[in-house]
């Protein structure tokens, strides 16, 4: 499994060039406000914030 620091700066990453090409988007504001909770998130909350924005 990928460790949460991965997987964290990847969303970051991601984050960081939507909000240079795209950055008044409606999937740039859930992206960010979805890496924000799950930066927060630890153990099996972690899995499920991450889960949560897979199938959202």
Do not use: C, H, W
């Not at 499994?1 to 939507?18: E, G």
């Not at 740039?28 to 949560?52: C, E, M, P, R, W």
């Amino acid at each position: 499994m990928v460790s949460k620091d991965t997987i964290i700066a990847t969303m970051t990453d991601l984050v960081n060039s939507l909000n240079e090409t795209n950055p008044n988007s409606e999937f740039t504001d859930f992206l960010t406000d979805s890496l924000a909770t799950i930066k927060s998130s630890n153990g099996v909350a972690f899995t499920g914030q991450l889960q949560y924005y897979f199938y959202r």
